[in-house]
């Protein structure tokens, strides 16, 4: 299964864990995270999350998100529509 994970999903594990439901969508991310690094799924990249991500104000967080794209197995061009 090709699963693709927007910028929300890539910083979740960042954000402040003191509330349940941020913990549990971050619990979430991380057992997805894993299917893909076991090769059950794969990750689906996109231009979109290159753009966002350049405009992440933490650098070692826009960092470790962008080395995701290295495990991409399809990594879906951005088209001027779509821009």
């Known amino acids: 299964m090709r699963i693709y994970l927007d910028l929300c999903c890539f910083n979740r594990p960042f954000d402040d864990q003191s509330q349940a439901l941020v913990r549990l969508q971050t619990e979430a ?3 997805v995270q894993n299917w893909i690094r076991e090769g059950h799924h ?3 990249w996109s231009g ?3 753009l966002e991500n350049m ?3 933490d650098e070692e967080r826009g960092t ?3 080395a995701w794209k290295a495990t991409a197995e399809l990594d879906v061009d ?3 529509s779509v821009e």
């Open 64 to 66: 470790a998100i962008s």
């Open 42 to 44: 794969s990750l689906v």
């Open 29 to 31: 991310k991380l057992v």
């Open 55 to 57: 405009n992440n104000p």
């Open 78 to 80: 951005t088209t001027a």
């Open 48 to 50: 979109i999350l290159d």
